[in-house]
């Protein structure tokens, strides 16, 4: 019965949301149109930070009412996912959490194996029991129990937030007429030591792109060599939200194992000639 309440919870957040967002996309496109942003959107967005750390000394509580820095849940080799979400919200966050789980769901990683999910609520009021909901609904959203070690639902004081979203470019503000909070959605990647990596914008996100940008953010640590050659040959479209072919490189590969082919067809003719004049001089 809780778990029926708790789905009933989630599909009627889902519902208001598509209602929410179709009324948005249009208001969007109106300030398209006229270059205003949305009164309600003003001081949100994104500043990407590529390349800065996140500070890993503020306190945070998990799901278990645990205090622990932030710097507890990076290993130095893993890289981590961070979503930064709230709770009770009636729109983007819902969507944000349910993309990233069926995500991870179709993929052949797990957390807690190769990488790691930080999902951190930026609402101050929000306590450690929404936290272990959240994570109980989404964990069995996923069909993944073995999941949990690698997934940390965090909540904490505004100033220990503060810090993560202002390092890490995340820009939101509460409209108090809403009694909700306006903000951006996307995934952060970082490196296993704090370092932001890569963003993927929106509520939809291709496995491939999340595996790539875990590669990517691990330096190469995690995944297989093939997965390596893939970071080679594709590259970062921030227009297409989306990893794309890197014509250069892929040329490079493909002169690369021309001139190799080329090389071993001629070793082998000239082993084969040494061969033969050997035999005729022996002969």
Partial sequence: MRRTARIYRLSYRLSAAIIVLLIAGATCAAAQRTGQMPRQLEGTGIDERLGEMVPLDPVFENEDGEAAALGSFFDGERPVILALVYHNCPMLCSLVLQGLTETLGRMEWTPGDQFDVITLSFNPRETPAE??????MY????GRPEAAAGSHFLTGPDSAIAAVTDAVGFEYRWVEEEQEY????????????????????????KPSDVKTALVE???GK??????????????FDPNANS??????????????LTVLLLGSILFMYWRRESHRSWQEAAA
Avoid: W
């Fill in 131 to 136: 936290a272990a909901d959240a994570k109980r």
């Fill in 139 to 142: 964990l069995d959203m996923m």
């Fill in 182 to 205: 306006a903000h951006p959605s996307t995934l952060i990647f970082l490196s296993g030591d704090g370092k932001v990596s890569r963003y993927l914008h929106g509520i939809k996100y």
């Fill in 217 to 219: 953010a691990s330096e």
């Fill in 222 to 235: 995690v995944g297989t060599a093939f997965d390596q050659a893939l970071l080679y040959c594709f590259q």
């Fill in 243 to 256: 990893y794309v072919l890197h014509a250069r490189n892929l040329m490079k590969l493909g002169g690369g």
